[in-house]
């Protein structure tokens, strides 16, 4: 796979290309969007781009500034890294059976632990106070991610900057809860590690027909399951020695008891 830079017309791509030059994909650098042209090449332009995409620059002599509250050290009983996406599952189904189902949160899950071998962590289930579960956390090189899936098997779906509709239902104030809880992960992660966490919110919809979203919705990322991949090649955020931090302190189930 060949991988050449694009620029024109105030895009900014990276096209990835067969030796005889048959473009099969492209990402675009600034929003991380990425589409496979051609299906079957899915896997090899995900690792062509993340083999072209440079990780954030480590700077030894700006270590991160002392944690404001530092956590004693992790016990197995406290590691949320132990907790697969299975326990996540039924805990979703007994706190709303309406809005999650689980091949929506396996299929959730499963695309997001594709990413872990371009330098992301996963974590499923953290535990709010006061609240329901954060259905997954991802942490890498383009910042932290917190992740809420709604699966609408056959509906078509449309999102604008302060609800979601599905088909003909009420509107749901998705976005808007979507950002309260990636506002507690900032908080709670700041307040541990000392130094800012840039966190978005990220709603994922599956089994849907189609999915509509309004333009100037940009502080929420919304993805159909498949688009997932698209967090992969986002970078230059986090230094891979804070995303150490970070995941280290996330997968702490003591960091969140006062989120």
């Known amino acids: 796979m060949r991988v050449t830079a694009w620029q024109r017309s105030g895009h900014d791509r990276l096209y990835v290309n067969l030796p005889d030059g048959t473009s099969v ?86 695309e997001l632990g594709r990413l872990t071998r371009y330098g992301w962590h996963v974590l499923h289930g953290i535990p709010l106070p006061r609240a329901s579960d954060l259905g997954h956390l991802l942490i890498g090189p383009g910042g932290v991610f917190t992740v809420d899936t709604l699966h609408c098997p056959g509906a078509a779906v449309r999102v604008d900057a302060t609800t979601a509709t599905v088909g003909a239902g009420l509107p749901l104030s998705c976005p808007a809860e979507s950002r309260a809880g990636a506002l507690r992960v900032r908080t709670a992660l700041e307040r541990h590690c000392g130094f800012p966490v840039p966190v978005q919110p990220v709603l994922v919809f599956t089994g849907v027909t189609a999915l509509t979203v309004d333009p100037a919705l940009s502080d929420v990322r919304v993805y159909q399951d498949r688009q997932i991949s698209a967090l992969g090649s986002l970078t230059g955020t986090l230094a891979p020695d804070r995303v150490t931090h970070l995941f280290t302190t996330a997968r702490d189930r003591r960091a969140w008891l006062d989120a």
């Open 25 to 110: 994909g492209w990402a675009d650098r600034r929003s991380g969007q990425v589409v496979c042209l051609r299906p079957s090449y899915r896997d090899a332009v995900l690792d062509a781009l993340a083999r072209h995409t440079p990780t954030a620059a480590h700077s030894p002599e700006a270590p991160p500034p002392p944690p404001r509250s530092a956590l004693p050290p992790l016990t197995p009983e406290n590691d949320l890294a132990r907790r697969g996406p299975s326990g996540l599952v039924e805990r979703a189904l007994r706190r709303d059976p309406l809005r999650t189902r689980p091949p929506g949160e396996r299929r959730v899950a499963a």
